[in-house]
């Protein structure tokens, strides 16, 4: 095995346009590949720099963990000499990374047309709210609004409950996950044909991908998906089931796997209930099934059910909080933690990309830029007849 300090992007450049967490979070995943990653940052900065829980002594949670690796730039794109300097910057980028609202870098002359114009190899990579077509197109969007338009919210709660937001900001992220995705596709096909591209993608498009099987049960049998709770609707008795002392998940849906839960269950009326004979009875008589299966759970705690179900090879999980996580003995050996320390002894720890390579080890990692914080450095990188303006 190979674990070279050589990364496969060394050696490129992406300029970073992009604020809160959909574009910066690209930018990071091609950061952490090798490439140079610029930030350039408005007079106020990127407004994650403000956001957050509980912001104290300056620290900045949400801009922290999505722009490790870059160095920050402010420009006023509203003014000619710094957009000049945006241009100069993206004449020798290999990655334009861009999150404004549809028809704002156009109006700043820093589209995709004009910019490839001026590099040929640029990959452009333009992250909008609902895309550029429909009704919706000039609208801006952010994680909580995209789940409510693309059905997320619908399907999310109690069925007698109100429609729930998801936990955190998932829509965002895998946004920014398959914008790197579609960077990196367009980075190999330049390999081939000399030529850039433009990669476009929407918050809407990746949350309605991201439940895709609901619109295909619509699009083809005109079902319309329905809260379930903690039960999915597909798989039963799959879900989060209280215990003597708490929560924990068991997904015993398939044949073989409820065979050996009811053994564990130990209970006459599962075993023996004609209504709970076949995986299909199972889903069809759900409502029926889960509150007796609830009050057995209910019997023995967590850690019982969870070392039965364990020695058996069932599926099951502990409900834990994001503390009880970053403690645990999976989250140390996963190597998920990541500590960095800047130039002045600032610390920050983080949370690793998620894949990894057996071929090169990731650089020392450093915690997201001071606001500005490498002017010097960045006006230093256009070449030589392409001159930064005075």
């Known amino acids: 095995m190979s674990n070279s300090t050589a990364r496969p992007l060394d050696g490129l450049l992406?300029?970073?346009?992009?604020?809160?967490?959909?574009?910066?979070?690209?930018?990071?995943?091609?950061?952490?590949?090798?490439?140079?990653?610029?930030?350039?940052?408005?007079?106020?900065?990127?407004?994650?720099?403000?956001?957050?829980?509980?912001?104290?002594?300056?620290?900045?949670?949400?801009?922290?963990?999505?722009?490790?690796?870059?160095?920050?730039?402010?420009?006023?794109?509203?003014?000619?000499?710094?957009?000049?300097?945006?241009?100069?910057?993206?004449?020798?980028?290999?990655?334009l990374i861009e999150s404004s609202r549809v028809g704002v870098m156009d109006r700043l002359g820093l589209g995709d047309a004009v910019m490839r114009e001026r590099n040929p190899r640029l990959v452009y990579v333009t992250i909008s709210a609902y895309g550029e077509a429909g009704p919706n197109a000039e609208r801006g969007g952010v994680d909580v609004a995209i789940q409510a338009e693309s059905g997320w919210m619908s399907i999310t709660g109690d069925p007698d409950g109100p429609p729930t937001k998801l936990g955190s900001i998932p829509i965002d992220a895998a946004t920014g996950h398959v914008a790197a995705q579609g960077a990196l596709a367009a980075l190999f096909a330049r390999e081939r044909s000399g030529r850039g591209d433009t990669v476009r993608v929407s918050l809407y498009d990746v949350a309605c991908h991201l439940h895709a099987h609901d619109f295909t049960d619509y699009l083809t049998q005109g079902w319309v998906a329905k809260r379930t709770g903690n039960f999915p609707a597909?798989?039963?008795?799959?879900?989060?089931?209280?215990?003597?002392?708490?929560?924990?998940?068991?997904?015993?849906?398939?044949?073989?796997?409820?065979?050996?839960a009811l053994d564990i269950l130990d209970d006459d009326e599962l075993r023996t209930d004609p209504r709970f004979a076949t995986m299909k009875d199972r889903i069809r008589n759900r409502e029926v099934l889960l509150p007796k299966l609830q009050a057995v759970m209910k019997r023995r705690t967590t850690a019982e059910w969870m070392a039965a179900f364990g020695r058996a090879r069932i599926t099951s999980g502990i409900v834990r909080d994001t503390g009880e996580v970053a403690e645990s003995e999976q989250f140390a050996s996963s190597r998920l933690a990541l500590r960095m320390v800047d130039d002045d002894g600032r610390e920050v720890t983080a949370i690793r990309s998620p894949a990894r390579y057996d071929s090169f080890a990731a650089a020392r990692a450093r915690p997201a830029p001071r606001l500005d914080g490498h002017r010097d450095a960045v006006l230093g990188i256009p070449a030589a007849g392409s001159e930064v303006p005075a």
């Open 14 to 95: 992406v300029v970073d346009f992009s604020q809160i967490v959909a574009g910066p979070l690209a930018a990071m995943v091609l950061g952490d590949l090798g490439a140079r990653v610029v930030k350039i940052e408005p007079p106020s900065g990127d407004a994650a720099r403000q956001l957050g829980g509980r912001p104290v002594d300056g620290y900045q949670g949400m801009f922290e963990s999505f722009n490790r690796n870059k160095e920050s730039i402010v420009l006023d794109l509203h003014e000619a000499h710094d957009r000049d300097v945006a241009r100069a910057l993206v004449d020798e980028a290999d990655v």
């Open 234 to 260: 597909a798989t039963t008795p799959s879900g989060v089931y209280e215990t003597a002392d708490g929560s924990m998940v068991l997904a015993a849906y398939m044949p073989h796997h409820w065979a050996v």
